[in-house]
């Protein structure tokens, strides 16, 4: 079983920055590929972006590419995503997702996290 919580979202004016962390526990966490998505309300839930296993492969969802990182410690079983050039459209609700498959479809992800806000003001 693998625990993923989520930490670093909060309010922040346009043009702003965040960074994102997840941390994951239970054996084997870090090596399945990860992912940070997002949802806002009424909408479904939308990758963000994805890594593989050892962090050598990245996927960005195109609205974010250019404005958002991705990237994995594995020695510290955490994942992150900065966040900069931040827009009132990316206020959602961003979770952190694992394995078992570098993907950027949300059913292909076992592991879940509770979630945190973003929410960017104008």
């Known amino acids: 079983q693998v625990q993923l919580v989520e930490s670093g979202g909060g309010l922040v004016q346009a043009g702003g920055s965040l960074r994102l962390s997840c941390a994951a526990s239970?054996?084997?966490?870090?090596?399945?590929?990860m992912g940070w998505f997002r949802q806002a309300p009424g909408k479904e839930r939308d990758v963000v972006a994805a890594i593989s296993s050892n962090g050598g492969r990245t996927y960005y969802a195109d609205s974010m590419k250019g404005r958002f990182t991705i990237s994995r410690d594995n020695a510290k079983n955490t994942l992150y995503l900065q966040m900069n050039s931040l827009k009132p459209e990316d206020t959602a609700v961003y979770y952190c997702a694992a394995g078992p498959r570098y993907s950027y479809y949300p059913a292909e992800y076992n592991y879940w996290g509770q979630g945190t806000q973003v929410t960017v003001s104008a």
């Open positions: 239970g054996r084997t966490s870090m090596s399945y590929p």
